[in-house]
């Protein structure tokens, strides 16, 4: 049977599977249960495999590049547009295929399993801090209705909380200190699990030459440097830095029709969490950007003057993308400045 390119549509137990040759005509199809699905994609052998870009298709990726099947990973709303009449199993496997073939689909490239460990222990860490602010919010909150406010921030709760507890007049009452204590000792451990997943991330520093190369840019720390890494890997996939920008959300959206253009804000395309961080980063370094007279200075200056500090955190998070994406996709990259962030 000559099949060029094989769709599969990934579930957990059943999976669809079309085929079809390179005029795309349908050559194969049929559901396949998950113990069976390696041995029948090498039985057909294929030149290509596609699939969306979902929860298990990079450990799939793999387990068919080591039998020497080209992977395509393609962005599920890539793939929508391709779906005809119903949705069904079989309509979504070949959507899949008819997506793969066209000469200008862009593919998400198969990731590591190193590059799924940093992802991991990045959305750990995400899940510990939103548990640890919601801890912060409840307890403010219950201190609210006691007449005890404080400022929202982490680190003034940890300064006030002492002097809370110490307070046994009034509305705290012997019952309410030892609630607030059972919520500071489920805080206390949420803060050592966040200190465990921040060692995970200094060690895959130490051994990412990638991260150590994108650490040197002005806004990028390591857990930016980490993320970034572990989401696009050597960035070859990009053609250049607008690419990678424009795949974050960083750049303008656009609603043009009739030869005239409309450019609103940021698009937010993309993921959300690695262009918060490229995002906060930015603001850091504009924070101590006022006053110095180095040439990049100058420019952030005269940038927060002309179209606001927002503007101006969001146009250097885009270039910092840009100067990632050099460094990533190229061996010797370029000279950096010291001092990241």
């Known amino acids: 049977m000559d099949i060029d390119i094989l769709g599969i549509d990934l579930a957990k137990r059943v999976f669809q599977l079309h085929g079809a040759d390179r005029s795309g005509c349908a050559k194969y199809g049929a559901k396949v249960m998950r113990a069976e699905l390696l041995t029948t994609v090498r039985k057909l052998s294929p030149r290509i495999v596609a699939m969306e870009a979902c929860s298990s298709a990079h450990y799939w990726g793999r387990r068919f590049k080591e039998i020497g099947i080209e992977v395509r990973l393609i962005s599920p709303q890539y793939v929508s547009p391709f779906v005809k009449t119903n949705k069904n199993d079989a309509n979504d496997a070949a959507a899949i295929v008819e997506a793969a073939s066209r000469p200008t689909m862009r593919f998400v490239p198969v990731k590591s399993i190193e590059q799924q460990d940093m992802k991991a222990v990045h959305r750990v860490r995400e899940l510990l801090v939103h548990?640890?602010?919601?801890?912060?919010?409840?307890?403010?909150?219950?201190?609210?209705?006691?007449?005890?406010?404080?400022?929202?921030?982490?680190?003034?709760?940890?300064?006030?909380?002492?002097?809370?507890?110490?307070?046994?007049?009034?509305?705290?009452?012997?019952?309410?200190?030892?609630?607030?204590?059972?919520?500071?000792?489920?805080?206390?451990?949420?803060?050592?699990?966040?200190?465990?997943?921040?060692?995970?991330?200094?060690?895959?520093?130490?051994?990412?030459?990638?991260?150590?190369?994108?650490?040197?840019?002005?806004?990028?720390?390591?857990?930016?440097?980490?993320?970034?890494?572990?989401?696009?890997?050597?960035?070859?996939?990009?053609?250049?830095?607008?690419?990678l920008s424009a795949w974050l959300g960083l750049v303008p959206r656009q609603y043009s029709s009739g030869g005239k253009s409309r450019l609103q804000g940021i698009s937010k395309r993309g993921d959300t969490y690695l262009r918060t961080l490229l995002i906060h980063g930015a603001r850091v370094v504009l924070r101590y950007a006022i006053g110095k007279t180095d040439a990049r200075s100058r420019w952030l200056q005269d940038l927060i003057a002309r179209r606001g500090y927002n503007r101006a955190a969001v146009a250097l998070a885009n270039k910092n993308a840009r100067v990632i994406q050099v460094l990533l996709s190229h061996p010797d990259g370029y000279h950096l400045s010291e001092g990241a962030v």
């Open 131 to 243: 548990q640890r602010t919601a801890l912060i919010n409840q307890v403010r909150g219950l201190l609210g209705e006691r007449g005890v406010i404080i400022a929202q921030t982490p680190a003034a709760f940890k300064r006030a909380i002492p002097t809370v507890l110490a307070q046994c007049e009034g509305d705290m009452t012997p019952t309410f200190q030892a609630i607030l204590i059972e919520l500071l000792e489920q805080m206390r451990i949420l803060e050592e699990r966040i200190a465990r997943t921040n060692q995970w991330i200094a060690a895959f520093m130490k051994n990412s030459v990638l991260c150590q190369k994108i650490q040197a840019i002005d806004g990028v720390g390591p857990i930016t440097a980490t993320a970034m890494v572990a989401a696009v890997g050597d960035a070859k996939e990009f053609k250049n830095g607008r690419h």
